[in-house]
């Protein structure tokens, strides 16, 4: 295989993917069905793309292909003639867009699929899991890693939700307006989901535009034009872009991680910053705080100190705990835990700790982290360093695993 035709193929797999899995299952009304189809079309690209070159529109190409695998498996399967003519026509009329192959476009079905995948009837605890596979592409290896289960439990409960999607017939359409709010916060959840596993280096890419955010980005983007006046899908897309605007400040010249009140501000992107802070004003005018606005209220207090060269540690407080009344998840508490940190004392921030679930902690990295940082402030050096050597173990990302080992050299100095 030519190096060059390899690229082509891994590269519109790793863009395309949840596009094209998007169209042909909403037109299939089957997932894995879709999946195995455009897998079949890859490996066809694999084959032939070194012999013949790489086609111009190399996604129209890979639409193509896998229509016609998912039209030959539906006839092999003895379908009903009136449901294979329905499926037959459909995918002609997606092949009759892609003609002109240096100008094919076709729809992206993305948020669709993204309705389908957090169905009600699906159980709500694979919604974003299955999402992240369906939507973006994501393997279930990195979600059992990011989820905390084994990846053999992960692939069994998305392989049980994608059929329960064929067989239960849920639709591919974003819902009637007056369905639509109640089912938004599993998809809110899913896309801002998606961000982190990105915004924590788990997709392995360091280019934003192709990446995990890029794409939550392009979700909370596209939400918003279905529903311009909901003021949580306007916290959402503010709460990523404030993030999304320090990404080049998280790591200095030599590669090594910057916490969040060291960065240099003057590399945060203005841009960005004022797209999040309009997005968080017009939400602040629908009356109606929800969780997603307040986790931006909270980045807007961060990113002020590119104005104040000063940070709000008590308003975080408030906005911490007003989180926590919302939506106790044990980030909120572990970052409220930081912050009292700051404004009381170590002392303080560690009883916060202590008083949370030990099941829950046990491998959350933050909390290991968060904990290592305030023992080492208290002078107890033997426990901080345990922390800190738990937190390692628990991290993926190699800059975050040297920033913290930096730390427990540090501390083991100390005590020496």
């Known amino acids: 295989m030519t190096s060059d035709a390899g690229r082509a193929a891994e590269k519109v797999a790793r863009q395309s993917y949840g596009k094209l899995i998007a169209f042909l299952a909403a037109r299939s009304r089957d997932v894995p069905a879709a999946e195995d189809a455009l897998s079949e079309a890859l490996a066809a690209a694999l084959r032939t793309w070194p012999e013949r070159g790489i086609p111009d529109n190399p996604e129209a190409w890979l639409l193509t292909a896998a229509r016609r695998n998912l039209i030959q498996a539906v006839r092999h399967r003895n379908v009903r003639d009136n449901a294979r003519n329905m499926i037959t026509l459909a995918f002609e009329e997606a092949e009759e867009r892609m003609n002109d192959v240096e100008n094919a476009v076709f729809p992206d079905e993305r948020l669709k699929l ?50 329960k999607i064929r067989d239960a017939g849920i639709p591919f359409a974003i819902p009637e307006q007056h369905m639509l709010t109640e089912r938004l916060a599993s998809v809110l959840s899913a896309i801002y989901a998606a961000y982190g596993l990105g915004w924590d280096g788990l997709d392995g890419e360091e280019d ?4 995990l955010t890029g794409e939550a980005i392009w979700l909370g983007r596209t939400l918003i034009t279905i529903l311009p006046e909901e003021p949580e899908v306007m916290g959402l897309l ?9 990404r080049h400040a998280r790591l200095d010249a030599d590669g090594l991680y910057v916490p969040l009140e060291d960065q240099d501000t003057g590399l945060w992107n203005e841009i960005m910053m004022a797209e999040a802070d309009a997005l968080l004003r017009k939400a602040g005018t629908f009356d109606c705080f929800g969780p997603f606005q307040c986790q931006a209220a909270i980045q807007s207090v961060h990113v002020s100190r590119r ?10 407080v408030t906005l911490y705990r007003a989180l926590i009344a919302m939506k106790p998840t044990l980030g909120a508490k572990v970052s409220h835990a930081a912050v009292i940190g ?11 700790l202590d008083g949370l679930e030990q099941r829950a902690i ?16 208290l002078g107890e050096s033997d426990a901080a360093a345990e922390a800190y050597g738990i937190a ?9 695993c040297t920033f913290l080992t930096s730390r427990l050299k540090a501390v083991i100095s100390r005590s020496a």
């Open 392 to 400: 390692i173990g628990l991290s993926d990302n190699p800059a975050i």
């Open 307 to 316: 104005r104040t060269a000063a940070t709000d540690w008590e308003a975080l």
């Open 114 to 163: 993204l309705f389908a995948c957090t169905h009600p009837t699906i159980d709500k605890s694979v919604h974003t899991p299955l999402m992240l596979q369906t939507v973006l592409g994501v393997d279930a290896k990195t979600m059992a890693r990011a989820f905390v289960v084994s990846p053999d439990a992960m692939s069994q409960r998305l392989v049980r939700a994608k059929v």
């Open 238 to 246: 503010s709460l990523m872009l404030y993030c999304e605007a320090r």
């Open 208 to 211: 934003s535009r192709t990446g």
């Open 362 to 377: 046990a491998s959350y990295q933050p909390y290991w982290a968060v904990r290592a940082h305030l023992l080492s402030e």
């Open 342 to 352: 700051r404004v009381e004392d170590a002392a303080s921030a560690l009883t916060l």
